[in-house]
DNA sequence: ATGCCTAACTAAGTTAGA
């Protein structure tokens, strides 16, 4: 039998993707990802680009949001299977953060947590309550004999390894303790943090924001996670994050995040 | 302790991101 490509899952936080649509196209056309999850459409249901995407070669289901949040899930060649739109457990949230669906004989979960900030504040606790809300639903997930993938931004520097210098944010929601121990007890469930597996102790980043020349000095952070539940994770054959995309004219502070999956149970 | 830079909404100034 020939071999099968690997199957390629990304994960980008497109910061607009009204105001980002030609780096995405440029994106989906030269990076091919199978499956691509998106984070901060920052656009109602009615604005999604629909007709572009679909050009592009890619069927899509979306929770689109006016002027904050919204969440996207792009599969190549085919349409997605939805199986969830938002995370239960507070039928009051309005936010759109949270969709999943079967693509490609994945379940894709694709989720924008929230940042947090000002900490403490209403937007931290509300952070961690989603979180908590995110974590109790992974729990069912984990040992699924369907393969899982969870992408999306977690808002969380799970170590001081993963940004380049965390004196200044120390106070940051993205770095306090009940963030990183939050994502500690999801790892702990049995999730597999695919980037930091494939990378070890190599530095990688996901984020680098606009201020202060952070991109250009390559002063990053990784926020930007692919956890992978127990039937998947055999299957992990390489990771990266597309940084060409972060240096194109008036980019997404985020780059698009990937992963790439072997089809059998060895890989 | 705060701004830095960027975007949405809307029309100059606020809210939010991380």
Known sequence: ????????????????????????????????????CLQELKAPDEAFPTEAIRD???????????????????A??????????????????????????????LIVGCLYLPNGN???????DYKLAWFDRFIEYAQGLID?????VLA???????????????????????????SRERYADLLAQGWTDSLRQQFGEERVYTFWD????????????????????RALAPRLKDAGVDRWVRALPHPSDHAPTWITLGHGKAG
Do not use: C
Request: net charge positive; glycine share 10%; aromatic share 10%.
């Open 1 to 36: 039998m020939p071999a099968r490509k690997p199957l390629k899952v990304a994960t980008f936080n497109i910061n607009g993707v009204r105001t980002r649509l030609a780096s995405l196209l440029a994106w989906l056309e030269r990076e091919k990802p199978d499956v691509a």
């Open 56 to 74: 592009a070669g890619y069927g899509a289901i979306w929770h689109g949001q006016r002027s904050w949040n919204g969440v996207a899930i792009l």
């Open 76 to 105: 190549r060649g085919m349409e997605p299977l939805e199986s969830r739109r938002g995370l239960p457990g507070d039928s009051g949230d309005t936010q759109s953060r949270y969709l999943e669906a079967a693509a490609h004989g």
């Open 118 to 124: 000002p900490q403490p504040g209403p937007k931290f």
């Open 144 to 148: 699924s004999e369907h393969p899982v």
């Open 152 to 178: 999306g931004d977690y808002n969380v520097v799970p170590t001081d390894e993963d940004i380049y210098n965390p004196r200044s944010w120390r106070k940051d929601a993205l770095l306090q303790p009940e």
């Open 210 to 229: 606009y201020f202060r020349q952070h991109w250009e000095r390559n002063s990053g952070l990784r926020i930007d996670h692919l956890l992978l539940n």
